[in-house]
């Protein structure tokens, strides 16, 4: 029997957690607080950003909205950042990418101190992640970390294939299931035979953004799939990278989307808010 590996139950009870850390630090006389950086009228960004400051509202995260016009210049935003890393009431940062295509989102993202970069995007965190020591983790691979264990998937001398590699999901997620002592391919766009790849999988995970791409075909029966998708299919209904109807029957356990990897990102998001405070002293 496939199991459904539930992102939206697991994500709640990891924002009840937070919830409780927060309850118990306010007790202290620290507030948590969040500043989103939204700049322009990408719709996308604005119902992520939405979802991340209703998140921060059912956990007790202060959310401090800095909404920006599209014609701001790369000058006034490393500004705004700036105020933001040097203002002691602010925990965490939160840049919405995309960016405008005239700013430089990497310039941006470098200017954001890293004892405040929630998103787990600066290089100095990125390298902690690499060589196992203590900094903010990318929310979506964080996430799949913890709904892996929280499904009582152990990745321990499995065959992990990732597709796509991008610095936000693929190449995190690889030194992450690293760190689970999975054996880790990750594939991408140039990889010859995807399929057999993807086929040799025991936990296969699917970031490349192509609306229901991975049929039965590059999938081992039995897998654990893990979907990072959030397309739209034919029909504009949301839909991951997974062909979830023809995979489901023969795959282990598989996130469904909506309502699988998505969740735990923003639950991710407001866990490394909470250890903003340990990392900010
Ligand atoms: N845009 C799409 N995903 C993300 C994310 O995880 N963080 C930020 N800042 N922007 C995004």
Do not use: W
Request: hydrophobic share 40%; charged share 25%; net charge neutral.
């Amino acid at each position: 029997m496939t199991n459904i590996i539930d992102g939206k139950k697991i994500s709640g009870e990891i924002k009840d957690e937070v919830k409780e850390q927060v309850a118990a630090l306010k007790e202290k006389g620290v507030t948590v607080t969040l500043a989103v950086v939204l700049v322009g009228n990408d719709p996308a960004s604005a119902v992520y950003v939405r979802n991340k400051k209703k998140s921060c509202e059912y956990c007790g995260i202060v959310s401090r909205s800095i909404d920006l016009p599209e014609e701001t210049t790369e000058e006034a935003l490393l500004d705004v950042v700036k105020q933001l890393n040097e203002d002691p009431a602010v925990n965490g940062i939160l840049v919405q990418l995309p960016l405008p295509k005239h700013i430089d989102a990497d310039r941006v993202l470098r200017a954001i101190s890293p004892y405040k970069d929630v998103d787990g995007f600066h290089p100095q965190n990125v390298g902690a992640l690499s060589i196992g020591i203590d900094g903010f983790r990318s929310c979506t691979p964080a996430g799949i970390i913890e709904l892996l264990k929280r499904s009582g998937i152990n990745a321990e001398g499995r065959e992990c294939v990732i597709v796509g590699r991008s610095n936000i999901v693929g190449k995190p997620m690889g030194m992450l299931m690293l760190r689970e002592n999975a054996t880790v391919t990750i594939a991408h766009s140039r990889t010859k035979d995807l399929p057999a790849v993807a086929r040799r999988a025991d936990i296969l995970i699917t970031a490349v953004g192509k609306a229901k791409m991975f049929t039965r075909d590059y999938v081992k029966p039995g897998a654990v799939v893990i979907d990072c998708g959030m397309n739209r299919d034919e029909n504009g209904k949301l839909c991951g990278d997974v062909d979830y109807e023809d995979v489901f029957p023969i795959a282990g356990a598989i996130t469904p989307v909506p309502g699988g990897v998505g969740p735990m990102t923003v639950a991710m998001l407001m866990k490394n808010c909470v250890d903003a405070i340990a990392l900010n002293q």
